[in-house]
């Protein structure tokens, strides 16, 4: 019969004999997690990437993709599914739209108002409110232009809403849906590229019009450079608003296309604000001749 002896591993008999022969040495425990040191951790690392992570926002990506993943998602055809686009409150929609007309340098505003609860709330009403901004703001400013002609009569003009609507809506989903498309596309191509989600994109963009709306009501002033100033400055902050947003997800693609991807961004955007101040505003003016009487000739 086999003594107790006999039923001893034969590992823990030479680590004892190890160790008695060397009280000093160091022991690792499999209970304890090894710690790499910091300045390893920090070799590890390529240098410049924790603040690209820090602009973009990866860690929380992540983090909110695995809770995402863990809730049951509804049906598209039923009324839960979208009110979840909308579940966002009075206080966030103001804490976005301050960090969209006042950006922070350097800080990416997905990253610090939009992963952790995107919505189409704020997007949809600030585009609403615009397009009718934009389309009394302009009848405003052409009423004011002919006042004191005795040759025009005024009449507001209905079409410029249905028109607002049109530029202002499909500027807000159809740039955002290209830009998701592309950048889909180039993450396919380079591994370090960070692709948004469509409703992020749709977000980004549509918070970043606010600024137009006070801008519309102060273009009702007849000064032309007056009007071109308030372009400039409104460009600069929803402008900044949209690069510190997309420049660190195409920083790591070929420079030429992320300069280009910024560059289109930015043109589409001015495009639409000087769009908007030339046709709604700085229309030509049409100044309607008297009628002329034609004078009888009297023969007798």
């Known amino acids: 019969?086999?003594?107790?002896?006999?039923?001893?591993?034969?590992?823990?008999?030479?680590?004892?004999?190890?160790?008695?022969?060397?009280?000093?040495?160091?022991?690792?425990?499999?209970?304890?997690?090894?710690?790499?040191?910091?300045?390893?951790?920090?070799?590890?690392?390529?240098?410049?990437?924790?603040?690209?992570?820090?602009?973009?926002?990866?860690?929380?990506?992540?983090?909110?993709?695995?809770?995402?993943?863990?809730?049951?998602?509804?049906?598209?055809?039923?009324?839960?599914?979208?009110?979840?686009?909308?579940?966002v409150d009075t206080y966030q929609v103001l804490d976005r739209i301050k960090g969209s007309v006042f950006p922070v340098p350097g800080k990416n505003f997905v990253r610090l108002y939009i992963r952790s609860n995107p919505d189409l709330y704020g997007p949809f009403w600030i585009c609403a409110t615009l397009v009718f901004t934009i389309?009394?703001?302009?009848?405003?400013?052409?009423?004011?232009?002919?006042?004191?002609?005795?040759?025009?009569?005024?009449?507001?003009?209905?079409?410029?809403?249905?028109?607002?609507?049109?530029?202002i809506y499909a500027y807000a989903w159809l740039v955002p849906l290209a830009l998701w498309g592309f950048l889909m596309w180039r993450n396919s191509k380079v591994m370090n590229i960070v692709s948004y989600s469509f409703l992020e994109i749709v977000c980004v963009y549509g918070y970043s019009l606010f600024i137009y709306i006070p801008t519309a009501v102060l273009w009702i002033i007849p000064q032309r450079v007056v009007?071109?100033?308030?372009?400039?400055?409104?460009?600069?902050?929803?402008?900044?608003?949209?690069?510190?947003?997309?420049?660190?997800?195409?920083?790591?693609?070929?420079?030429?296309?992320?300069?280009?991807?910024?560059?289109?961004?930015?043109?589409?955007?001015?495009?639409?604000?000087?769009?908007?101040?030339?046709?709604?505003?700085?229309?030509?003016e049409l100044d309607i001749p008297a009628p002329i009487i034609p004078a009888h000739n009297s023969t007798s």
């Open 227 to 284: 009007r071109w100033v308030l372009v400039v400055f409104s460009l600069c902050l929803s402008g900044s608003v949209l690069v510190m947003t997309f420049w660190p997800a195409v920083r790591d693609d070929n420079r030429r296309i992320a300069v280009a991807t910024v560059a289109t961004i930015l043109l589409l955007h001015a495009l639409l604000a000087v769009g908007c101040l030339a046709y709604f505003f700085d229309a030509p």
């Open 135 to 167: 389309a009394v703001s302009g009848n405003l400013s052409n009423f004011f232009i002919h006042l004191g002609k005795p040759t025009y009569h005024y009449v507001p003009e209905f079409r410029k809403v249905s028109i607002a609507a049109t530029t």
């Open 1 to 87: 019969m086999a003594t107790a002896d006999d039923l001893k591993f034969q590992e823990f008999d030479d680590a004892a004999n190890l160790l008695a022969a060397n009280p000093d040495a160091t022991t690792i425990s499999i209970d304890e997690p090894v710690e790499i040191p910091k300045n390893q951790h920090s070799r590890l690392q390529e240098p410049g990437r924790e603040e690209d992570d820090e602009l973009l926002g990866t860690d929380d990506s992540d983090k909110t993709e695995l809770l995402a993943g863990q809730k049951k998602s509804a049906p598209f055809w039923t009324f839960e599914y979208y009110q979840t686009f909308f579940d």
